[in-house]
T-cell receptor
């Protein structure tokens, strides 16, 4: 059974600081997704990582994937309040377009 | 271009009742997946429909069933509701098959189900 673990589950940080969220998964997969969820809202796709060594950046967020270590990271650079949200990583255990297995999410609060 | 739509937005039901939730996929998508998200948790995969058949199923009891129509829209039915079924139900659509392009799932706004 595929398991996805995120840490930390809760993170409070100050604006301007850098931090990294980690996502470990238990079985072989080369498809990993990062989503953002604001309170009471649906999931917004941030990154799709499809191969070992993939790195994608959007604004202050950068995601990477190491399939050999079964690890993905979401790095936040010079955090701003607008990035406060819950971030989920999810893994596709099949050959694509299969059901995703999500981590429990990282609740991120960025304080001025 | 309309994204994934779901109805209703909110729903309140009593234990033992049955409920039907609806989803219309994003234009060009033919695969629909359903997820249950309990408060404070990550979404859990219920099942996926492709070509009007259930292609994959998560660890949910038979009380959860679904259907996909020829226009690719989908329904999620839950029978004999329990208090624990209270959650946000999310529908996600994607392109069908196992082609490498059919990898990204787009989520709808969700249906908030409360069972009392």
């Amino acid at each position: 059974e595929l398991k996805v673990e995120q840490n930390p589950l809760f993170l409070s940080m100050q604006e301007g600081k850098n931090y990294t969220i980690y996502c470990n998964y238990s079985t072989t997969s080369d498809r990993l997704y990062w989503y953002r969820q604001d309170p009471g809202k649906s999931l917004e796709s941030l990154f799709v990582l499809l191969s070992n060594g993939a790195v994608k950046q959007e604004g202050r967020l950068m995601a990477s994937l190491d399939t050999k270590a079964r690890l993905s990271t979401l790095h936040i650079t010079a955090a701003v309040h607008d990035l406060s949200a819950t971030y989920f990583c999810a893994v596709d255990s099949g050959g694509g377009a299969d059901g995703l297995t999500f981590g429990k999410g990282t609740h991120l609060i960025i304080q001025p | 271009d309309a994204g994934v739509t779901q109805s209703p937005t909110h729903l309140i039901k009593t234990r033992g009742q049955q409920v039907t939730l609806r989803c219309s996929p994003k234009s060009g998508h033919d695969t629909v997946s359903w997820y249950q998200q309990a408060l404070g948790q990550g979404p859990q995969f219920i099942f996926q429909y492709y070509e009007e058949e259930e292609r994959q199923r998560g660890n949910f009891p038979d009380r959860f069933s679904g259907h996909q129509f020829p226009n690719y829209s989908s329904e999620l039915n839950v029978n004999a509701l329990l208090l624990g079924d209270s959650a946000l139900y999310l529908c996600a659509s994607s392109r069908g098959g196992r082609h490498y392009l059919s990898y990204e799932q787009y989520f709808g706004p969700g249906t908030r189900l409360t069972v009392t």
